[in-house]
């Protein structure tokens, strides 16, 4: 565990470790989001506007995702408090996201879909970013076997794990898929015939799924009837976005304008 990266320069405060995994997961995904508004053409000055809101929606939702989960008020810590040291949550950050860039399209008026620039960008961040939950967090439960990572004394009574016992790598699974989700959408999704906003769907589904049944070996605290708060929270939200690709697919929203002519055998 690595609560701070090591000091290689040799001066200056220590450097958190997550924060800056988060730092740099923040350009790359910069980059890749440039990058992708220019190949589309949507280099409108607007468009900046719609970054900060998204980074402004998931600050302040990932934190207040954490907030007032207990029924007894007294064992959630204050509102400030919440939102200067409280725990964030990944899922409640993208619906903060989403709710953001809304907000800042009617504030703007900028009247186009961005799903598709945002997708990739936010897939290769997850990855970088949980490099910094892999090193200092509680990797997931115990393996059952003789495989996964093993945590010292010190490590584990940081993080609140048992000492010389196996876990779960669960943050290297979520690494793994993100990155191949960024693959995906980067080689392969984003050159296909797909109406505008629907990749960034397809990809909040798939993660959706992973996350529900990664959540299993995660070790987060179990909420009610086995399944812990984000497990709760994707059985609403699963069925709504997958819900809303169905009834987009069955009114050919998930073909192109060009593909559903063909289809129908239209040469017009």
Same mark, same amino acid.
């Given at each position: 565990? +690595? ?25 790359? %995904? ?32 990932? @934190?207040?995702?954490?907030? %007032?989960? *207990? ?8 509102? &400030? ?13 993208? &619906? ?5 860039? *809304?907000?800042?399209? @009617? ?15 936010? %897939?290769? %961040? ?38 010389? &016992? ?20 980067? +080689?392969?999704?984003? *050159? ?25 070996? @995660? ?13 709760? +929270? ?23 304008? @060009?593909?559903?002519?063909?289809? *129908?055998?239209?040469?017009?």
């Amino acid at each position: 565990m +690595f609560p701070t990266l090591p000091d290689l320069i040799g001066w200056g405060p220590p450097i958190d470790t997550h924060s800056a995994f988060v730092a740099l997961a923040m350009v790359a %995904a910069g980059l890749v989001f440039v990058v992708e508004s220019r190949r589309r053409g949507q280099t409108d000055a607007r468009v900046a506007a719609l970054v900060l809101g998204a980074l402004a929606g998931a600050a302040l939702f990932s @934190r207040l995702g954490t907030w %007032a989960q *207990h029924l007894d008020p007294s064992q959630n810590l204050d509102l &400030v408090t919440q939102l200067t040291r409280g725990n964030a949550s990944v899922l409640s950050a993208l &619906v903060g996201a989403w709710l953001g860039v *809304h907000i800042a399209k @009617r504030i703007v008026r900028y009247p186009l879909r961005t799903g598709d620039l945002f997708a990739p960008a936010v %897939a290769l %961040a997850m990855a970088i970013g949980r490099i910094g939950c892999l090193f200092t967090e509680l990797p997931g439960t115990p393996t059952g076997g003789d495989w996964g990572i093993v945590l010292d004394e010190a490590a584990a009574a940081r993080v609140g794990a048992p000492a010389g &016992v196996p876990l779960h790598p669960s943050f290297v699974y979520e690494i793994v898929f993100q990155a191949a989700a960024f693959l995906v959408l980067w +080689f392969w999704l984003r *050159h296909r015939p797909i109406p505008a906003g629907e990749t960034l769907t397809i990809y909040i589904a798939a993660y959706a799924i992973f996350r529900f049944f990664v959540e299993f070996v @995660r070790g987060n605290e179990v909420a009610w009837v086995g399944l812990t708060r984000p497990q709760l +929270f994707l059985l609403v939200t699963i069925p709504l976005v997958l819900g809303r690709i169905a009834w987009k697919a069955s009114r050919g929203g998930l073909t192109s304008n @060009r593909e559903r002519m063909a289809a *129908h055998g239209d040469r017009t």
